[in-house]
């Protein structure tokens, strides 16, 4: 089975912290996503890469970046956390075509005091 | 971005009784996909539709391709305590990028004992 794997399942960290969520995915899967999730607005995607090195912004990438410099980990950064980026944060990776789906990680729960 | 209009937003039913819910769009979609969050949880993929038509079951759950390929349905027969959480319809878009999914806003299903 694929496995996505982040780092922590719930972090606090303080305002104006640099804070980098880690995912791994063990399948070769060419394509790698973050998305968070809040209630009421569903998934939204902040960015994506299929690709080493390659990424694209998703519908909300301001205040995030994001890095892939090996094909199974991509990692999400939040260069000055604020508290509206308290969230649920999921990773996801997906084989070049998506029509067989994304395989999500156990999501990081991120609270910014 | 663009999301899949999904309902009902949430749910509230009694174990034992049937459950459905859909996910409609203004697009033409290739593939439907149905996934389940369990509270703290990442989605986890059920069920994946490939042609108009379609009808596929696992154990209590059916879901089915519109024949237009603008929307899908999800049943769950016979629902029971453990069938509580988010589900979330994902589909393909016809004509978009092979790599990226459009997400619906979920359903949050309840089951009281």
């Known amino acids: 089975d694929v496995k996505v794997t982040q780092s922590s399942r719930y972090l606090v960290k303080r305002t104006g912290e640099k804070v980098f969520l880690e995912c791994v995915q063990d399948m070769d899967h060419e394509n790698m996503f973050w998305y968070r999730q809040d209630p009421g607005l569903g998934l939204r995607l902040i960015y994506f890469s299929y690709d080493v090195k390659m990424k694209e912004k998703g519908d909300i990438p301001e205040g995030y970046s994001v890095s892939r410099e090996k094909k199974e980990r991509f990692s999400l950064i939040l260069e000055s956390a604020s508290t509206n980026q308290t969230s649920m944060y999921l990773c996801?990776?997906?084989?070049?075509?998506?029509?067989?789906?994304?395989?999500f990680g156990s999501g990081t729960r991120l609270t910014v005091v | 971005g663009q999301q899949l209009n999904q309902s009902p937003q949430s749910m509230f039913i009694q174990e034992g009784e049937d459950v459905s819910m859909n996910c409609t769009s203004s697009s033409i979609f290739n593939t439907w996909l149905w996934y389940k969050q369990d509270p703290g949880e990442g989605p986890v993929l059920l069920i994946a539709?490939?042609?108009?038509?379609e009808l596929t079951s696992n154990g209590r759950l059916t879901a089915q391709f519109g024949i237009t390929r603008k929307d899908s349905f999800l049943n769950i027969s016979a629902s029971i305590p453990s069938d509580v959480g988010i589900y979330f319809c994902a589909g393909q878009r016809s004509g978009g990028s092979n790599y990226k999914l459009t997400f619906g806003k979920g359903t949050l299903l309840t089951v009281n004992p």
């Open positions: 996801a990776s997906s084989q070049g075509n998506a029509n067989y789906g994304y395989t």
């Open positions: 539709l490939y042609k108009a038509g």
